[in-house]
């Protein structure tokens, strides 16, 4: 049976998913970026047991800073965790960590409290003994980054429209959790909601070419 999580703006979810399972994550009204980390399951929350996304070793391994149909997410360890199967979104990012309070007050000058995604994520994935130290990387889907040629990066509008969405094969079992971005310019100036479908390996028919 499949699970429909519907994510407000600047808010999370968190959730579990077993190997083979897939995951479509869609930008419902378009040009939303999406935070997405991903952790092993393991025995014991202890920091020496967690196997977690890595943005480092996806972009060496897959040889690429623009991940796309084909690459897989790969963990701390070296495994994979994620393949895309479907990428409708057009580019995503592996350079930037989530955004914290202290993004706002560096690069924004508002010192105030203000949603972010980290803190989504950790409030949402606190429920699976996850804590929010271990939350380092994201794989921050339809976010539109461009290099410059001195090395400069430069935050662009999502090329998403709406409906458009990616999807993975869970390699593992795993604890996922996505954040609906609170930043307004990666967002095209405006935050919006998120849908994260999760379609669970039984329920996944093969297509043939032929049938006896």
């Given amino acids: 049976m499949s699970k429909e ?10 959730f579990r998913v077993s190997k ?8 419902i009204e378009g040009k939303q970026v999406a935070d997405l980390t991903c952790f092993g399951t393991f025995p014991f929350p202890i920091l020496s047991n967690v196997e977690k996304f890595s943005s480092g070793r ?16 790969y963990s ?9 199967i479907e990428d409708k979104g057009g580019r995503h990012d592996l350079l930037f960590s989530p955004c914290n309070q202290d993004t706002y007050r560096i690069i ?15 409030k949402n994935l606190r429920e699976f ?3 929010e130290s271990w939350i380092q990387d994201t794989f921050n889907l339809f976010m539109n980054v461009e ?16 409906g458009d969405y990616i999807e993975f094969e869970a390699q593992m079992d795993l604890i996922i959790g996505v954040a609906a971005c609170s930043a307004y310019k990666c967002n095209n100036y405006k935050c919006k909601p998120i ?18």
């Fill in 20 to 27: 083979g399972d897939i995951v479509r994550v869609v930008d």
């Fill in 58 to 73: 996806t972009m060496e391994y897959n040889e690429t800073i623009y991940p796309s149909e084909g690459d897989y997410l």
């Fill in 147 to 162: 290099i410059g040629e001195n090395g400069r990066i430069d935050v662009k509008s999502p090329l998403t429209e709406a």
């Fill in 129 to 131: 003994g996850i804590e």
């Fill in 108 to 122: 924004y000058s508002i010192n105030e409290e203000h949603p972010n995604c980290l803190g989504n994520l950790a």
């Fill in 76 to 84: 701390s360890k070296s495994n994979k965790m994620l393949k895309i």
């Fill in 195 to 212: 849908r994260v479908i999760v379609y669970e390996r039984s329920e996944i028919v093969p297509l043939y070419d032929s049938y006896d």
């Fill in 5 to 14: 999580y519907h994510v407000e703006p600047r808010t999370g979810v968190a």
